[in-house]
């Protein structure tokens, strides 16, 4: 059964950081790239950060410099570290695979004043 489940959401102050983890079962997880999205209210969704298999990664404009996107093949987990967040990052946050178009569910990030 193919899954990917998203963790580590929540409310943090803006300037705080939060890091968001992946699992994912039931996929070859090594060999695709993963991404994170994001989806704020009343917004389409956006692609956030984007992690090849050999590790390359791309980042939205809005994010570079403030989050790193990694992952643990051995953990089949993808993380993304948010540094410095501002209150335009509210979002639900979505893991994808990228190769094989399965999303998860999502987790909530709010960061407020």
């Known amino acids: 059964q193919v899954q990917l489940v998203e963790s580590g959401g929540g409310l943090v102050q803006a300037g705080g950081s939060l890091r968001l983890s992946c699992v994912a079962s039931g996929m070859k997880f090594s060999i695709n790239s993963m991404g994170w999205y994001r989806q704020a209210p009343g917004k389409q969704r956006e692609l956030v950060a984007r992690i090849s298999s050999g590790g390359g990664t791309n980042y939205a404009d809005s994010v570079k410099g403030r989050f790193t996107i990694s992952r643990d093949n051995a953990k089949n987990t993808v993380y993304l570290q948010m540094n410095s967040l501002k209150l335009e990052d509210t979002a639900v946050y979505y893991c994808?695979?990228?190769?094989?178009?399965?999303w998860g569910k999502g987790t909530l990030v709010t960061v407020s004043l």
């Open positions: 994808n695979n990228m190769d094989m178009g399965y």
